[in-house]
């Protein structure tokens, strides 16, 4: 089984609706983050959690909300979903900051 | 300016070639640096961490440039199975995030 998996994988959706994107980590990582993937434009980091109590936001957090459920479990909503949130989603763990991170397999939203 | 930087390409090369990567970084601070791959709509996998001393991990090599701010990939012997998307990722000083280039993107041709 995968170390790091996120669901769904594909998601169609219209403007206004609530969408969230899971994550789940088998590694035993307490760092858990959240990027999106625009062509041209890299991984932008959305939110990152050190711990359940301790949730930051990135470099792009409006519009975007999260939830760290469990140390394995870590949530990413849009309230209401816009057009140019048309993206892939991806979900990391690492170790710390020293150390690699392990991303999941993504997530590929449509907003219409 | 970008955290990160590095030139998109494409870099088209023969198999068997050798091709060079540059990635500069904005942050002096910075303390942890990476060059991950990325294959079409798939997730980034880390290809090999970048230390000061430099590295080698079979074709491929990383150097570490402190002064310049930069980092640079390596790769010998060019295989087919070496086109992608190559990232450089570096940290932000602090310890709390990564900072990702927007890719060098790694054709190689028969």
């Known amino acids: 089984d995968a170390d790091v998996t996120q669901t769904p994988r594909n998601r169609i959706t219209k403007t206004g609706k609530r969408i969230m994107l899971e994550c789940s980590q088998t590694k035993g990582h307490d760092r858990m983050y959240w990027y999106r993937q625009d062509p041209g434009l890299g991984l932008r980091l959305i939110y990152y959690s050190f711990d359940v109590k301790d949730i930051n936001k990135g470099e792009i957090s409006d519009g975007y909300s999260v939830s760290r459920q469990a140390q394995a479990k870590f949530s990413l909503s849009l309230e209401s979903a816009i057009p140019n949130q048309t993206a892939l989603y991806f979900c990391a763990t690492s170790a710390s900051s020293w150390d690699t991170q392990y991303f999941g397999p993504g997530t590929r939203l449509t907003v219409l | 300016r970008k955290e990160v930087e590095q030139d998109p390409g494409p870099f088209n090369v023969p198999e068997g070639a050798t091709v060079a990567f540059n990635c500069t970084y904005s942050n002096s601070a910075s303390q942890s640096f990476f060059w991950y791959r990325q294959d079409c709509r798939k997730e980034p996998k880390l290809l090999m961490s970048?230390?000061?001393s430099g590295n080698e991990d079979g074709r491929f090599t990383a150097q570490l440039n402190r002064a310049s701010q930069y980092i640079s990939l390596l790769i010998r012997d060019s295989k087919l199975s070496d086109s992608a998307t190559y990232l450089c990722?570096?940290?932000?000083?602090?310890?709390?995030?990564?900072?990702f280039g927007s890719g060098t993107k790694l054709n190689v041709k028969p």
């Open positions: 990722v570096v940290n932000d000083g602090n310890f709390n995030k990564f900072y």
């Open positions: 970048v230390y000061s």
